[in-house]
């Protein structure tokens, strides 16, 4: 049993999943609409009365989280997050009212979860599809053959911003209707050619807003009844009839979302008209059922992270042999070393595949280039703080160590990079075959014990472990070769 909590800039909601029968059964959903975009000011800082309701949500999802005998949690946080310049106050905050580590994913990462959650859904292996998502921050749009995604974008343009600058008072004015429109094409234009190119066989809307304004469609049978294009004009006109958002009462949407309505139909119409979306289906998948298909993949040992490596790999043409030869030799150098927990073995394998990846900017401090294209790569599956770990992995790899002194306080970090610094002396000297004997400690100094016949075999080995030495005792841990 899996859960998946998503901490939307609309809205916070939660999904507890069991798999079963090839399907995600969903036992229990909350939702709490929060509006924590609401809560940014112009300098983009999060109010103290939006991080309190922040938390209390939180903390009411972690009481429903206690009563389930759960294999995984997965805490994904989107656009108001990215962008709030006061997030790293408020995430240990958080962290601690849902007692769950909080991962603000990127809005590629998001669309892809978007996505798996829409083919998961729909099980239709061979259809062409697009799917647009309309958040409160932002927009996602993807295009996919079954579930194989081939484009995803995020936009930042949502409900918030959108209702902000053209429904503040609540008016709907012909004049501000149509320039919020205008100002969610221009948000997709220069994408536009990018969409058409890929082509598709059906469209389907998967937020919250998007579902609303299908129910007010259908249930009131404006237009044709269904998500077309005309239908929304039709959807338009009713709303410039009423003129406020107050006076809007008809069955399908709650009065406190109509305002989010209003600003998402501006964003919905644009999408469409500029991607040339003549209509859509609203579906109820997206994030959240993305985020528990992604957790049973990883319980199944099917890691997508392990396919964005390798795609890391082919796109800056790394040398997979010498990759996987480092690989090899720090996984074995790490348990040597005994790490206090095994959080880390994976990713220090990911970052073995990866620390030659500079070489593709230049040879000249390949270890930095590589440690920039790792943290900011658009890597499937891995979040900010998970790339910033490797990050540091692949910028320790040689050099000097003080650039990443603080990283070195957590003990099973300081292993693993000793792990992969060694395994790179050890591949370049060419000694990765002839190990047997070598002994590795890190207990407040590291500790190598060298088969004597060994240096001789290999005599590049000296002066890498003279620079060793010299390093590691820079920053206060002795280096001492035996």
Not at 1 to 17: E, T, W, Y
Not at 70 to 98: F, G, Q, S
Request: net charge neutral; aromatic share 6%.
């Amino acid at each position: 049993m899996f859960a998946a909590v998503d901490l939307g800039s609309n809205s916070f909601r939660l999904h507890i999943g069991e798999p079963a029968g090839g399907r995600m059964h969903i036992v229990r959903t909350a939702r709490d609409p929060i509006r924590l975009a609401a809560g940014l000011d112009s300098n983009n800082m999060l109010s103290e009365a939006a991080m309190r309701t922040a938390i209390g949500c939180l903390e009411d999802f972690r009481r429903i989280l206690d009563e389930y005998h759960l294999d995984a949690v997965r805490v994904v946080a989107t656009n108001t997050l990215r962008v709030a310049r006061n997030a790293e106050l408020l995430l240990p905050l958080l962290e601690k009212a849902i007692g769950y580590p909080i991962e603000i994913i990127s809005g590629e990462e998001e669309g892809r979860l978007i996505y798996m959650g829409v083919s998961r859904a729909i099980e239709r292996p061979e259809e062409r599809r697009i799917v647009v998502d309309i958040g409160g921050g932002s927009t996602e749009v993807i295009t996919g053959i079954g579930a194989e995604i081939t484009l995803v974008e995020s936009f930042g343009i949502g409900t918030h911003p959108q209702t902000a600058a053209y429904f503040a008072d609540g008016r709907i004015l012909p004049r501000k209707f149509d320039a919020a429109v205008t100002a969610a094409r221009a948000r997709f234009e220069d994408a536009a050619g990018l969409y058409k190119a890929q082509g598709w066989d059906a469209a389907y809307g998967s937020s919250g807003t998007m579902r609303a304004i299908n129910e007010v469609i259908s249930r009131n049978g404006i237009g044709d009844g269904s998500m077309s294009q005309a239908s929304l004009h039709a959807l338009r006109d009713v709303l410039l009839e009423l003129g406020h958002v107050d006076a809007f009462s008809l069955p399908g949407v709650k009065k406190e979302r109509v305002p989010v309505m209003v600003g998402g139909l501006t964003v919905l119409i644009g999408v469409m008209q500029e991607l040339g979306i003549p209509r859509l289906s609203a579906i109820n998948a997206g994030l959240r059922l993305g985020v528990l298909s992604d957790l049973e993949l990883r319980a199944n040992r099917r890691d997508r992270r392990d396919a964005a490596i390798r795609a890391c790999m082919q796109r800056f043409g790394v040398d997979r042999q010498r990759a996987m030869r480092a690989t090899r030799i720090a996984a074995a150098l790490y348990e040597q070393l005994q790490p206090q927990g095994d959080k880390l073995h994976h990713y220090l394998a990911w970052a073995s595949m990866l620390h030659e990846v500079g070489l593709a900017v230049s040879m000249t401090g390949a270890h930095k280039h590589g440690a920039y294209i790792v943290e900011h790569a658009d890597l499937a599956g891995f979040t900010t703080r998970e790339q910033v770990l490797m990050s540091q992995l692949v910028l320790g790899q040689k050099g000097n160590l003080r650039k990443i002194r603080e990283a070195l306080a957590e003990q099973d970090l300081a292993k693993a990079v000793l792990a992969l610094r060694l395994a790179v002396v050890f591949m370049h000297a060419r000694a990765d075959d002839d190990l047997a004997g070598l002994k590795l400690r890190l207990k407040g100094r590291v500790e190598i014990e060298l088969p004597p016949e060994l240096l001789t075999r290999h005599p590049t080995l000296a002066p890498w472990f003279e620079k060793e030495e010299g390093c590691w005792n820079e920053i206060g841990l002795p280096f001492q070769l035996r």
